[in-house]
C-alpha cells in the first residue's frame, strides 16, 4: 500500500516535472519568437538608415535643377525640328533666341523687297519676290495691310535713320576735335544732298513712289518722316532757337528738300549737277532767314514762290505718272505741319494749279 502510494507520489512528481519541462519549452519558443522578432525590427530599422544615409532624398534645388535640365532639353530636342526664325517660349514665358516678332519679320521682308523696286517698281509683287527669297510664301504679302505703302515708307525711314546716324557721327567728330565745324549753309546743302542721293539707286522708279506718299492715308506718316528728317537736319546744324525762327526755319527746309526732289527726278545733267546747283541756291536764302515778323512773311513768301516755281517745272514725261498738284499739296502741308502763318500764303498757292 505504502509502495503504490510511493508510485503515486512518484507519478503526480514526474506529470509536474513534465508540465514545467513543457511550459519551459513554451516559454523558451515563445521568447525565442520575441528576440526573432525583434532582431528583425532592429535589421530592418539598420537597413532604412542605411539607405537614408547613402542615396538622401533630392533637395529643392536639384528638384528644380532637374525641372529646368529636362525642360531645355525638351526645348531643344523640339527646337532642332523647328524652322529658323520661329517662335517659341520656355516655361518661365520668355522667347528663345531664335525669336522674331512680326514687325522684325516684316522689317526683314521690306528691306529684301527693295532689292527687287528696280524690277518690279513699289509693288506687293516686290514684297512678294521678297518674301521668296526669304523662304517664305509669296501670301506673306498678306502680313501688310498698306500693300505698296508699308514699302515706301520703310524705304523712307530708314533712309532717314541713316541720315541721322551719319550726321550724328559727324557732329561727334567735330566735338572730339577731328574735323571742323562746316559753316550752316555747307553743312544744311551736305546734309540735304546726303538724303536725296540715297534715292538714286530708285530713280526711275522713285515718282511712282511719291505719288504712293501721296496717298490719303499715307500722308500722315509722309508728314512725320519729313518733319522728322528736317528737324534732325537743322538740330546737327546747331538750332537750337526756341522763337519763330524754329517754325520758320524748317519750314522753309521741308519746301527746299521737296523741291529740289522735284527737280531732281527730272534731272538728266551729269550726277545731277542741276540738281545739286538748284540746292544750293536754296539753301543760301534759308540760311539769310530773317528774324522780324515782316521778313518771316517774306520768307514765307520766297518758299511759296519756290514751290510754284517747282510746279512750273513738272512738265516731263516721268512726272505723267504722278499729278503734280498732290506734290505741291505735300509741300504746302508739310509747311503748315511747322508753322500756322504759312496758311494762308499756300492757301492761295492752291488754286495755282
Request: glycine share 6%; proline share 3%.
Amino acid at each position: 500500500m505504502a509502495a503504490l502510494i510511493r508510485g503515486l507520489r512518484a507519478g503526480r512528481a514526474l506529470r509536474g516535472l513534465g508540465g514545467v519541462a513543457v511550459q519551459g519549452t513554451v516559454s523558451l519558443q515563445c521568447s525565442n519568437v520575441r528576440r526573432g522578432f525583434h532582431r528583425a525590427a532592429l535589421l530592418r530599422l539598420a537597413s532604412d538608415s542605411k539607405s537614408d544615409t547613402s542615396v538622401p532624398p533630392p533637395s529643392y534645388h536639384e528638384v528644380h535643377t532637374a525641372g529646368e535640365s529636362s525642360s531645355s532639353s525638351a526645348q531643344g530636342e523640339s527646337s532642332e525640328d523647328a524652322q529658323p526664325n520661329t517662335s517659341f517660349q520656355d516655361q518661365s514665358g520668355e522667347h528663345g533666341e531664335d525669336y522674331e516678332t512680326e514687325e522684325q519679320l516684316q522689317a526683314r521682308i521690306l528691306t529684301a523687297a527693295l532689292e527687287f523696286v528696280p524690277q518690279h517698281g513699289w509693288t506687293v509683287e516686290a514684297i512678294a519676290a521678297a518674301a521668296e527669297t526669304l523662304g517664305l510664301s509669296s501670301a506673306s504679302t498678306g502680313m501688310f495691310n498698306n500693300g505698296a505703302g508699308d514699302l515706301v515708307l520703310h524705304f523712307v525711314a530708314q533712309c532717314n535713320a541713316q541720315l541721322a546716324e551719319t550726321l550724328a557721327e559727324q557732329n561727334n567728330q567735330v566735338q572730339l576735335g577731328q574735323s571742323e565745324a562746316k559753316k550752316t549753309a555747307e553743312f544744311l546743302k551736305d546734309a540735304v544732298e546726303t538724303r536725296l542721293r540715297m534715292l538714286i539707286p530708285y530713280i526711275d522708279t522713285w515718282p511712282q513712289a511719291m505719288s504712293i506718299l501721296l496717298l490719303p492715308h499715307n500722308i500722315p506718316d509722309s508728314l512725320k518722316h519729313l518733319s522728322t528728317m528736317v528737324d534732325d537736319i537743322w538740330y546737327y546744324a546747331g538750332d537750337r532757337s526756341t522763337d519763330v525762327n524754329w517754325y520758320t526755319r524748317r519750314a522753309a527746309l521741308t519746301g527746299i528738300y521737296n523741291t529740289t526732289e522735284l527737280v531732281m527726278v527730272q534731272d538728266s545733267s551729269p550726277d545731277f549737277e542741276e540738281t545739286w546747283a538748284f540746292l544750293d541756291n536754296r539753301i543760301k536764302d534759308v540760311v539769310n532767314m530773317a528774324n522780324t515778323a515782316k521778313q518771316v512773311q517774306a520768307t514765307g513768301e520766297a518758299v511759296v514762290q519756290g514751290l510754284m516755281g517747282a510746279a512750273i517745272t513738272v512738265t516731263t514725261q516721268k512726272m505723267i505718272q504722278f499729278p503734280e498738284r498732290n506734290i505741291l499739296a505735300l509741300t504746302i502741308m508739310s509747311c503748315l505741319y511747322f508753322s500756322d502763318y504759312m496758311k494762308e500764303k499756300c492757301l492761295a498757292c492752291l488754286s495755282f494749279t
